[in-house]
């Protein structure tokens, strides 16, 4: 069974950083395009940043630096100068192809929470 577990979530003043981490465990063949998109309350889901697995990035917020380990299939987002309009749940999604012969499928992660309060 194929899951996207996110870590590093959690409370932090405005100003601060945090650093969110996500690893695809699971039999999988290969990984894609991975990213973040974050969803605050009453607001639509959105695109933060993704990388392809050559390491092309695309950016919604330049405050943020998304990398990627495809060794340990693991994408980071270290999220800088956070403001409280960052709050929201951050959810990580991979494209993912469970054998050499299947199709590519999108997975999600259930996301961790970023409040940032003072």
């Known amino acids: 069974q194929v899951q996207l577990v996110e870590s590093g979530g959690g409370l932090v003043q405005p100003g601060g950083s945090l650093r969110l981490s996500c690893e695809v465990s699971?039999?999988?063949?290969?990984?894609?395009?991975m990213g973040w998109y974050r969803q605050a309350p009453g607001k639509q889901r959105e695109l933060v940043a993704s990388?392809?697995?050559?390491g092309s990035t695309n950016y919604a917020d330049g405050r943020f630096t998304i990398s990627r380990d495809n060794a340990k299939n693991t994408v980071y987002l270290q999220m800088n100068s956070l403001k409280p309009e960052d709050t929201a749940v951050y959810y990580c999604?991979?494209?993912?192809?469970?054998?050499?012969?299947?199709?590519?499928?999108?997975?999600w992660g259930r996301g961790t929470q970023v409040t940032v309060s003072s």
């Open positions: 990388i392809t697995r050559s």
């Open positions: 999604n991979a494209d993912i192809q469970l054998t050499s012969y299947s199709d590519t499928v999108h997975y």
């Open positions: 699971g039999s999988i063949f290969w990984v894609g395009v």
